[in-house]
């Protein structure tokens, strides 16, 4: 991935909500550094008997408000830098909905794609170990991420409680059901983008059923996202995944693509149905539509393309999918943009809940699991808005101002050891 460093994008939304804030940069300054960094290296026996190396990292930003929670991705572009930012948003996204964690985050640089399912088995399992030192549910917790998912979450949770001697199921979320995961966990992400699209298109008076929207990914955040958005009412007119998109005016069948993309390996590009365009992930940008929902990686609207975007509103499925130049150009231009760390904190917030239940033993049902989300969600929203107009700042600055407050708020009250 080029130059661009998503760290950089970090501070400088830090610098501008602590100068909103009027904070000393005392105050605010161990926000800008994550605590800890572990940068591995590992072999990993291939199937024709090779072995090969992998670097990984786990990076925790911090653990002012609780242990350090975040995802593991499997991406070749994946660095140092990618991961720092990452984790730092992980920090303000459980800040931003007042659930009692830091941020953490970590990747393996691999393309998972062109491993067999035995080698991304032994990867995972050996990149836990090495990982396992600062891991544990008081500590650091993982979840899935990009190109990860329950399967994965299982092996972590099994390598661990190998290392540990016994079942430890709180060192991970996002497992499978039958190992301690939690109902819900699998779509909660999505549907938290899709609570947040609703709650904002309510304040803004809009109606869904009128609305158009464009997602870019689908995989876990955005294909749940497609399907819960379109069920209330909005017209899914273009989705896309690595190899393209595909577009139709009049409303993509968003059940038959999700038929379809889940059996493993399925890609965009190999869908058939009558009446669809093809186009680039750039050309799927620039369309015309009501909403815009990245849900893919970051970097994806720059200062090369934020001229050319036509959507009204966008929803930050991905983390980090909007640069800071980007954003000035958006918003001087009035599109209204929901910040990552609000719009996809539903994913966290029912990893939390998985937790909770892991500790205590318990199993809550999906109800109570879903309506909970819902109302912590709203209520983050409200408060974000809220501080948005009176503030007269952007709803990335409001989050990242209330995050903050919370942050240096929790360090003043522990102080500053020894
Ligand atoms: P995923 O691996 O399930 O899906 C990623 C999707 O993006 C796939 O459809 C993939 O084909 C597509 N994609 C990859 N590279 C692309 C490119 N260059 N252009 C267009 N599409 C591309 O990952 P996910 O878990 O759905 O995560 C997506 C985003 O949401 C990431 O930014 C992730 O950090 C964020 N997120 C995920 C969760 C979660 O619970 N999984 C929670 C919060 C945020």
């Not at 460093?5 to 909103?20: F, L």
């Not at 998912?149 to 497992?175: C, F, H, Q, R």
């Not at 965009?268 to 940008?285: A, I, T, V």
Request: proline share 5%.
């Amino acid at each position: 991935m080029s130059t661009y460093n998503p760290y950089e994008n970090v501070i400088a939304v830090i610098r501008d909500a602590a100068a909103r804030l009027e904070l000393e940069e005392s105050d605010y300054i161990a926000t800008m550094y994550p605590e800890r960094e572990l940068k591995v290296s590992f072999p990993v026996r291939m199937d024709d008997d090779s072995v090969k190396m992998f670097e990984g990292y786990r990076v925790q930003h911090s653990s002012s408000r609780g242990p350090c929670k975040g995802g593991i991705r499997f991406h070749p572009d994946s660095d140092e830098n990618e991961v720092k930012a990452l984790a730092a948003w992980m920090t303000f996204k459980c800040a931003v909905v007042g659930i009692p964690y830091g941020g953490a985050k970590g990747a393996v640089k691999v393309d998972p794609s062109k491993l067999s399912h035995r080698e991304l088995e032994r990867l995972t399992r050996r990149f836990t170990a090495m990982i396992a030192p600062i891991l544990g549910p008081e500590r650091d917790i993982p979840a899935p991420d990009v190109n990860t998912n329950g399967e994965i979450m299982g092996w972590i949770m099994d390598t661990y409680s190998m290392l540990k001697g016994y079942a430890i199921p709180g060192v991970v979320t996002g497992k499978p059901l039958d190992i301690g995961g939690s109902l819900g966990r699998p779509e909660a992400t999505g549907r938290g983008v899709m609570i947040t699209t609703r709650e904002i298109l309510k304040k803004l008076n809009i109606q869904p059923e009128n609305q158009r929207v464009v997602i870019q990914g689908m995989g876990n955040v955005g294909s749940v996202t497609a399907k819960l958005v379109s069920e209330m009412g909005i017209k899914v007119i273009a989705v896309s995944d690595v190899s393209g998109g595909i577009q139709n005016d009049e409303g993509l069948d968003i059940p038959d693509i999700l038929r379809f993309l889940s059996t493993r390996g399925n890609l965009l590009k190999d869908y058939k149905k009558e009446g669809l365009k093809r186009l680039s992930n750039q050309e799927l940008l620039a369309l015309d539509t009501d909403i815009l929902i990245p849900a893919a990686l970051e970097n994806q609207i720059n200062e090369s393309n934020a001229a050319d975007i036509k959507a009204k509103l966008i929803v930050e499925a991905a983390n980090g999918p909007t640069t800071i130049g980007a954003d000035k150009i958006l918003d001087e231009r009035g599109i209204i943009v929901v910040p990552d760390i609000l719009a996809n904190a539903g994913g966290v917030v029912v990893s939390y809940f998985e937790w909770v239940q892991n500790i205590q033993s318990l199993m809550w049902d999906e109800d109570e699991i879903n309506q909970t989300l819902n109302r912590i969600m709203c209520k983050a929203i409200d408060t974000v808005y809220e501080n948005h107009l009176e503030k007269k700042s952007s709803l990335r600055a409001s989050a990242y101002m209330i995050a903050l407050k919370k942050l240096v708020t929790a360090k003043k009250i522990r102080g500053i050891f020894p």
